[in-house]
């Protein structure tokens, strides 16, 4: 089997020189599969470059032509990747030698889409990996499922350490970088969209990948614009995809009841982000109707399926 590892990068010089070795270290002890190392560079300018070609000789190393962001930067380097499987992975990941292949033996079935594992963050701490999903008074949130489930669809493979198919993540679209960035839900959208065709997303407890968390994000927002973007991002989430009658109703019920709890008690956060969503109003639900017009399951069956407790 051929395996693209896609790595996008943005002024990470610093977090680089402790995860490359690892990346290189892990293709090198699986001889059981064929392995590119694909750096695509979103316009650094920091030396991240010049320290990969210099460093690391076995990296190919391509760049965009204008910063993109991580989300468009990602689908550039799917585009170009050469082999069949992607193993999608941030800069500030670091992986094992049994991260790829423990996940490599689901894609003996034709349709699955993507698998991921278990994340830790790098002093060994769970993070996250088997995720499930509700829609409760027209709201989306995850729940963490069993961790050690040893087979069970989750509802997004982790955007920082996956492996998909290349041709399904074109024919999906890959990440929607026009309505998700700078970042969060963005895998989620992916996946929900794999799942809305039937391609499932697995989880392998057995791949595990170590995340130094928010080295790029924090190097752009505060915290309190992080929070934001989350919140307006969960609104983007549920409007494009949540097409249920109920769900629906529910969300034109429940969303105003929460923001005036909110307003009687201070908080803005919601505020915030709805007045964002507002003002890209027309674009989400044109991405809406777009989404409608598909077909495929629908999100009370993706969420029964996910969720369902392995036996």
Known sequence: MEISIVITNWNGINILKD?????LDAAVQDVDHIYEILLVDDCSTDDSVSYVKTNFSHIRVIKTPQNMGYMAANNFGVQNARFPLVFC?????????????????????????AASGKIFDWENHF????????????????????????????LFACGGAFLCRKNLYLELGGYDAELYSPY???ETDLCFRAL???????YEPRSVAFHKERQTVSRQYDTTRVKIISARNNYFFSLKNI???????????????????????????????F????????????????????GGLSAEEIFKAVNRKHE
């Open 89 to 113: 992975l941030n800069n500030d990941m670091k992986i094992n030698a049994s991260t790829i292949p423990s996940l490599v033996k689901h894609f003996s079935d034709p349709r699955v889409f």
């Open 19 to 23: 995860t490359l070795p690892t990346v």
């Open 196 to 202: 809305k065709k039937g391609y499932p997303i697995i």
């Open 275 to 294: 007045w964002e969503v507002l003002k890209r109003l027309p674009f989400v639900l044109k991405r809406r109707k777009q989404e409608k017009q598909k």
């Open 184 to 186: 969060y839900y963005d």
């Open 127 to 154: 993070l996250y990996g088997n995720r499930g999903g509700t829609f409760e008074k027209g709201h989306f949130s995850y729940f963490e499922k069993d961790p050690d489930d040893t087979y069970s669809q989750t």
């Open 243 to 273: 097409h249920d009658p109920v769900m629906t109703r529910d969300m034109l019920i429940y969303i105003p009841l929460f923001l005036i709890r909110d307003a009687f008690k201070f908080r803005f956060r919601f505020w915030k982000a």
